[in-house]
């Protein structure tokens, strides 16, 4: 019996990372969308993605989530806005986080277009409109329904839906949709979303996944090896000694809210009880941070069995003596001014947007100071010219010179690198997925995942363009 094939489309994290979006059309042409994330960094045709999606909102019948970073869920709500009206699943904790980060996203963006809309009206330029509101937030909110991992769920008479761990977030989930296509023919498709790291201090290990067809796989680091984590602590105490005891200076950390933020406050919360952090005060600047941490403290599911047996001895792993919650913009605003040794965690991880701008603007040029990045960076991304060692920088539409410090701890990092992505492919048999589709990564790194590939007894790797489609069967 010839099995009815079926389309599948890149629209973003193609040959880049970010701004995940891969459209499926199944055999009767039911559209299913994966992520809709939000493109970040200093990308030329950026507001160009976001503002415009290469399809049409209004016939996309499920949109299907694996995680709830905004770069794969970001421009949720304004999908809802340009005409969406179907369900959205991805797992409970997922959806607890989405109604904070997209609540803080359509924040930020105003909140950052008020000030760059100040210099633009200086200058007579045009003024920016933001991309969704708090009004389309609400009205996405209202379309999500959750499902636990490892339950199967019957979206509709043609397409079976379940999630597996990731171990990249609170929540990250694997995505398997098995896609009837005849009266006993099925195609399964795998979406890795974003792969975690295996001994994440709080999280789950990736888990296995059934066996798959067609498998659509991320590969951010798919050409670098992570640092061993067993010293993660003892680097960042050096760090936080050096910048804030040594040279009595300003630790700048730009963190991810959620998870990454926390893991950090984790090891220190390690390194307070152990008597091993210097009596200096410690601020999480994010009101979206001190949100998640609620958020999280609240899905045990997620955590490792070791996360849980430390909570059963420490009941507040987020909270430790000098550790401060910073909610008020004023108090926010005080730190800028504040002359004191202090380590400050705040968002983005990427350095793209919310307070830590602010606090990286005014802190930049003062070599006592240092910046601290602790996860990936695009490029493009303000994280990602500090990290490439760039001597000048722009920051709200003004150039800063690079005074500060800057270092970089890759064992922060939530993407699995190119052995930890080949050992959670163990449990497939290679020669039974018909193709590969390589996402989430720069195209040079990508090129060299897919010889690593190869090299494992995958037959067919591809690396999609945006705008790229595909018939599968």
Known sequence: MQI??????????????????????????????????????????????????????????????????????????????????????????TKSLCELMLMDSAFIQSEDLKFTNKRRRKKGMPLLEPLYDITDV?????????????????????????????????????????????????ITITFSGDVGRYNDPILRDPQAFRQCDYLICESTYGNRLHPLIKDAEGELLSIVKHTCIDKKGKLIIPAFSVDRTQEIIYILDEAANAGKLPDIKVYV????????????????ECFRKEFIAYIAKDPEPFGFKNLIYITDVEQSKKLNDSTEPCIIISASGMAEAGRVKHHIM????????????????????????????????????ETYPVKAAVRSLEYYSAHADYSELLKWLEC????????????????EVQQIFREKLLEKGFGDVVIPARGESFNIS
Request: net charge negative; charged share 25%; glycine share 8%.
């Open 4 to 93: 009815a094939s079926m389309q599948l489309e890149f629209y973003g994290a193609a040959r880049m990372v970010t701004g995940s979006k891969h459209l499926l059309a199944t055999p009767k042409g039911t559209k299913i969308l994966l992520d809709c994330g939000l493109v970040q960094g200093h990308l030329d045709n950026r507001d160009e993605l976001n503002h415009n999606f290469g399809f049409n909102p209004r016939e996309v019948d499920y949109l299907i989530l694996s995680h709830a970073h905004i770069d794969h869920s970001g421009l949720i709500p304004r999908l809802v806005r340009l005409g969406f009206k179907g369900l959205i699943f991805c797992t409970p904790a």
């Open 138 to 186: 609400e009205h996405a909110l209202k379309l999500f329904e959750d499902v636990g991992y490892d339950e199967h769920l019957q979206i509709d008479e043609e397409i079976s839906l379940c999630f597996n761990d990731a171990g990249h977030l609170l929540g990250s989930a694997i995505v398997n949709l098995d896609i009837t296509t005849g009266e006993e023919e099925m």
């Open 285 to 300: 600047d994010s009101p979206l941070s001190v949100k998640a941490t609620d958020v999280i403290r609240k899905h045990q």
């Open 362 to 397: 005014n802190n930049i040029e003062d070599p006592k100071n240092t910046i601290l990045l602790v996860g990936y960076c695009t490029p493009e991304s303000l994280g990602g010219h500090l990290k490439n060692g760039d001597k000048e920088v722009r920051i709200f539409a």
């Open 428 to 443: 497939q048999d290679a020669t039974k997925i018909k193709k590969v589709f390589l996402v989430h990564g720069e195209y």
